[in-house]
């Protein structure tokens, strides 16, 4: 069996396997563009493999993903789904460093995307890297 990866892209994915393949989700087409996404990878899994795939929007309309979780979170958050210590997070306010933040309501909250942006930008290659 080949190695198969799939990898999101601004508007779609795409998935290598027996070839490169790109799938726009955009919409009216998201549908399909999963259903031919899943064919894909189950035909670049094998013969041996029996695989149906059926992709359903039962209200008749494909609507975006929404992404559901908190955009803005207090320090003890960031801690929890990051593990940077809240003394960590202090130090660097203090210092003008690490990620944007916002005071709102007398507290400290960070927007996710900064975080994940932050990070990115601070990110150290290995020599192993390149």
Known sequence: MSKIEIVSAENGVVVTGSGTHVFEMTPGK???????????????LGS?????????????????ALDKRVL?????????????????????????????????????RYRREDLDSYFTENRVKTIEQG
Do not use: N
């Not at 207090?74 to 690490?98: N, S």
């Open 72 to 108: 803005w979170l207090t320090p003890r958050e960031v801690f929890e789904e990051y593990g940077v210590k809240e003394k960590t997070l202090q130090d660097w306010r203090g210092k003008g460093a690490g990620p944007s933040y916002s005071r709102i309501g007398g507290g400290i």
């Open 48 to 64: 041996g493999l029996s695989v149906s795939v059926s992709v359903t929007d039962p209200s008749g309309e494909e609507l975006p």
């Open 30 to 44: 998201r549908a399909d563009a999963v259903r031919r996404m899943l064919t894909q990878i189950a035909s670049d």
